[in-house]
Each structure stands twice: as C-alpha cells, then as structure tokens.
C-alpha cells in the first residue's frame, strides 16, 4: 500500500471512530419485561399518549417508570410511548428490547432549540437541555397526537394511568397538573423579579391565585397549546431570564409558573407525591405526603437507583426496587 493510501485509509477509519454512534452496549442492559395484554373490556379503551424523555443518566429511571405504568394499567396495549431524545438510535434498541410488544417511537430533540436560552440553576441536572424538552412537545410530537401525558424519568405509577387521562380540561385550560398551593410562590423567583416594575404583574389577572405546580406530571392539550403557541411564551421567559435579568433559579420549571399557575386545572395530589429525593442540594430522605397514593415522583438531588446502589437506600426507595429491570453482572440470566 502506498504512503497515500495508507494515509487516506487512516483518515476514513478515524473520521468514521469519531462520528459513529456510541453502540447501545455502552448503555445499561435491562431484562425483558412481560408481556402486558388488554382485558376484554379495552375494546372502545381510548389511546393514551404517554413522553418521557431518554438520556444516559436517567435510562434505568424511565424504563422503571415504563414498567409501572404497563403494570398497573388495564388496558396496557392500548398506550402509546413518545420518546424524546437527543440521539434516538442510540436509545431505541435499549426499549425494544426491555418492552418488545410496547407501541413507542422515539422523537429526535435538537438541544440547537435551547441553545443561547439556558442558564445555570441550583443543581446541573436541570441545567441540560433534555429538561426542557417538555417545552417542545407539541412541535416535536405528531399532530396527530392532541392530548399527552408528560412524566419525568424518575417516578413510578402505582395506579391506573388512564384515571389521570380522563381529566377533564375547561375549554380554556391547556395543562392539568396538581398544584401545591400551601407553598411559598415567591421562593420560585429572586429579589431582581419581585423588584421589578412591570414584571411581577404578569402574575396578576389570572382565574385563580397562582400556585406552584411540579412539571414531572402534566396532562396537556396539545391543540389548544400549539393554538396559544405556548411554546413561544415560555421561550419568551426563558430569554428574559438569560438577557435581561436572572429572575429564577430552578431550570425549566419557573417559565411554566409565569405562563400557566392560576390557569392550571388541579389534579389531585395522589399523581404527584413528589420530593421523594430530597432538595436540590443534599437529597436527604423525605416521607410520603399523607392522603391516597397514585404516583411516587423522585424529584430533588436523591434517586432511588443511585441511593440503592451505594447500599445508602432512603425507606421509600424500596417502593421503586419492584420495577428495576436493570440486567446486572451476576444476574444468572445475564448471558442469555
């Protein structure tokens, strides 16, 4: 071989290391789910559209959370997964395999949508891009889809999710969320906010005093959201906070404050006992909330996988174990 060719071999080889998609051996290896089937009442059961988002820190979070779902639903074969990742291909043969008869597509979401709009909150998990995918869902999903449910990757379900898609939206109503009310509104915004002449008052007018509500559980009309380009209001807050003033410091959750609290349709607080994992700096233990219970939601620094693994588990962590399908080392199904 000439010194030419063996130099142009060596530089196909090396362009194509550097822009060959990472195998989904890298990713974790999870076990077969069962297969869940419809009873014969699911004849007439309407789809449920159900997003989560993928990445590498959070897979074993949401195939948990798949699982949940399918577990305790009774007509399972009739929900409908929408994935939202940045790099699909890398993540699509990880579900197939884990869920083989699961109805799923996963979405492509270009981190270019946010670039210039993020800026560093109190923990740098919400500081990536994939959170504010939920942002997007109505321009990234098919029009097709006109009702979704929105869940974060880090929760389980231990009730029926179609209760929750039968919530009934007001013909004004764009997102059903359950809203904590007794919490204190102006911790979501800093000093340089509230200060302000003109800011504060997009608060007022609104159909009800505006609460906190938690963005990892939603029920979203997507018609009536890409009507009202929601979208284009949150990116609105979004580039105030990064040009203007620095108004918040919790990620993509206080843009959806501006724009939705006291427009929300409240959802009971049995879909979202969250704060599971603790606060955004240490994630110490929490209990549970008191009332029913429909869904657990991890959200705050601490996840029960991590905690389980370093043998430093919170009590309640014991509640997500049931539905890890992590494929370990030693399992003795592991080569099979």
Request: aromatic fraction near 12%; charge should be positive; charged fraction near 25%.
């Amino acid at each position: 071989m000439s010194h030419f060719a063996f130099l142009a071999a060596a530089l196909f080889l090396l362009a194509a290391s550097r822009w060959t998609l990472p195998t989904s051996a890298e990713l974790p290896r999870f076990r077969e789910a069962p297969a869940f089937r419809n009873g014969p009442g699911c004849v007439s059961a309407p789809t449920i559209h159900i997003a989560m988002t993928l990445d590498a820190a959070y897979l074993r979070g949401s195939v948990a959370g798949v699982l949940s779902v399918l577990r305790h639903s009774s007509c399972p074969e009739s929900i409908a997964f929408h994935f939202l990742a940045t790099r699909p291909r890398r993540f699509r043969p990880v579900v197939a395999a884990a869920f083989p008869s699961l109805t799923f597509e996963v979405h492509r979401f270009d981190p270019d949508l946010v670039h210039g709009r993020i800026s560093s909150s109190v923990r740098r998990a919400l500081d990536q891009p994939l959170n504010y995918a939920r942002i997007y869902l109505a321009d990234i999903l098919p029009r097709s889809v006109r009702r979704v449910i929105y869940f974060d990757s880090d929760l389980v379900v231990v009730d029926d999710v179609a209760r929750l898609w039968a919530t009934d939206l007001a013909p004004y109503q764009v997102l059903a969320a359950p809203e904590y009310c007794h919490a204190n509104f102006t911790t979501y915004f800093t000093d340089r906010f509230w200060s302000d002449p003109a800011l504060p008052h997009v608060l007022t007018g609104r159909r009800r005093p505006p609460c906190y509500f938690n963005t990892g559980v939603m029920v979203v009309d997507l018609d009536r959201w890409r009507a009202g380009e929601y979208t284009r209001k949150l990116e609105f807050w979004m580039e105030v906070q990064k040009r203007k003033a620095r108004i918040y410091e919790l990620g993509s959750l206080p843009p959806f404050l501006l724009v939705f609290a006291g427009e929300v349709k409240g959802v009971d607080h049995r879909w979202n006992q969250h704060g599971l994992g603790g606060d955004n700096k240490e994630g110490l233990c929490r209990d549970l909330h008191s009332g029913p219970v429909s869904l657990l939601h991890w959200s705050g620094k601490g996840k029960p996988w991590l905690r389980l693994d370093a043998a430093r588990p919170c009590p309640l962590d014991d509640l997500w174990a049931p539905y890890d399908l992590l494929l370990r080392d030693d399992d003795p199904f592991s080569d099979v």
